[in-house]
């Protein structure tokens, strides 16, 4: 079964539409990953602070890869333009869980 990763990142209100930016630009970067199933960015909407940054994968071994490929340096807050570029969250963790279960809607 697949694996997914959760980013979870604090983010202050007046950074919020910087990061939403930066995940904006960043189309195309994980989507032709060997093993990449789904990406979300979740906005909270009320009593948090809290954005999550949802990725599925195929397996641990396909994210792993990911992280140390191309793109690595962008996984550590480098990349293009990253001299100009200063984190906007204020804390950041990475939550990891298997898939055991899941549902997808009836079509009839």
Request: a negative charge; zero cysteines.
């Amino acid at each position: 079964m697949s694996i997914v990763k959760i980013n979870v990142l604090t983010v202050p209100e007046e950074q919020r539409e910087v990061l939403e930016k930066r995940f904006g630009a960043r189309a195309g970067a994980v989507e032709s990953a060997d093993g990449f199933e789904w990406f979300e960015l979740l906005r909270p909407v009320e009593g948090t602070d809290t954005y999550l940054v949802y990725t599925r994968w195929r397996d641990e071994a396909a994210f792993e890869a990911w992280m140390e490929g191309p793109k690595k340096p962008a996984h550590q807050g480098g990349g293009e333009g990253a001299a100009q570029q200063k984190p906007v969250s204020s804390s950041a963790a990475v939550w990891s869980f298997e898939v055991v279960q899941q549902a997808a809607p009836k079509h009839d």
